[in-house]
């Protein structure tokens, strides 16, 4: 497995400091960032998944604890929107260039609106998909936010 992805190049381009871990993906959990949390020994409060979505017909991401489910209606006003529906996993592959278990916020093909839970910035520390599956970057929410020019918004149901 590389440690360097598209997401990790991201991450270095913007200065960011960050740590790389990998773990045993195991491609028939039922949730996979829950399945990272417990492999890497983490509460799911500080794993956050990367979910793809769309508001208003447009491309959005998404970044909240693993442990814990978007709502719509939340998402769709974090981006000042009426509705919001998750997107197919076909779609979002095509659109950030990442297999679904292994979609990262950074470095994807096409930049879209990124929103990230804002209860999530209350850590130290949180990991988020690296860009490949079983390998998540540790780093400071605040610095994955500016990374990614993310709006924080309360978006966990």
Same mark, same amino acid.
């Given at each position: 497995?590389?440690?360097?992805?598209?997401?990790?190049?991201?991450?270095?381009?913007?200065?960011?400091?960050?740590s790389v871990h990998i773990y045993d993906?195991?491609?028939?959990?039922?949730?996979?960032?829950?399945?990272?949390?417990?492999?890497?020994?983490?509460?799911?409060?500080?794993?956050?998944?990367?979910?793809?979505?769309?508001?208003?017909?447009?491309?959005?991401?998404?970044?909240?604890?693993?442990?814990?489910?978007?709502?719509?209606?939340?998402?769709?006003?974090?981006?000042?929107?009426?509705?919001?529906?998750?997107?197919?996993?076909?779609?979002?592959?095509?659109?950030?260039?990442?297999?679904?278990? %292994?979609?990262?916020?950074?470095? *994807?093909?096409? @930049?879209? $609106?990124?929103?990230?839970?804002? &209860?999530?910035?209350?850590? =130290?520390?949180?990991?988020?998909? %690296?860009?490949?599956?079983?390998? *998540?970057?540790? @780093?400071? $929410?605040?610095?994955?936010?500016? &990374?990614?020019?993310?709006? =924080?918004?309360?978006?966990?149901?």
């Amino acid at each position: 497995m590389s440690k360097t992805t598209r997401a990790t190049q991201a991450l270095a381009k913007a200065g960011v400091s960050f740590s790389v871990h990998i773990y045993d993906y195991d491609p028939t959990a039922e949730r996979v960032g829950l399945q990272a949390a417990e492999a890497l020994g983490e509460d799911p409060s500080r794993v956050l998944k990367t979910l793809m979505a769309e508001v208003d017909g447009k491309p959005v991401c998404c970044v909240v604890p693993s442990d814990r489910e978007v709502s719509m209606k939340r998402l769709a006003s974090a981006f000042r929107g009426k509705s919001a529906a998750m997107m197919k996993p076909a779609d979002a592959e095509r659109l950030t260039g990442y297999h679904v278990g %292994g979609i990262s916020p950074f470095g *994807q093909k096409k @930049l879209v $609106p990124t929103a990230i839970e804002e &209860a999530a910035l209350s850590e =130290a520390q949180v990991y988020i998909n %690296g860009g490949q599956r079983g390998l *998540q970057v540790r @780093l400071a $929410p605040g610095d994955a936010k500016a &990374a990614l020019r993310a709006v =924080a918004a309360p978006l966990i149901a």
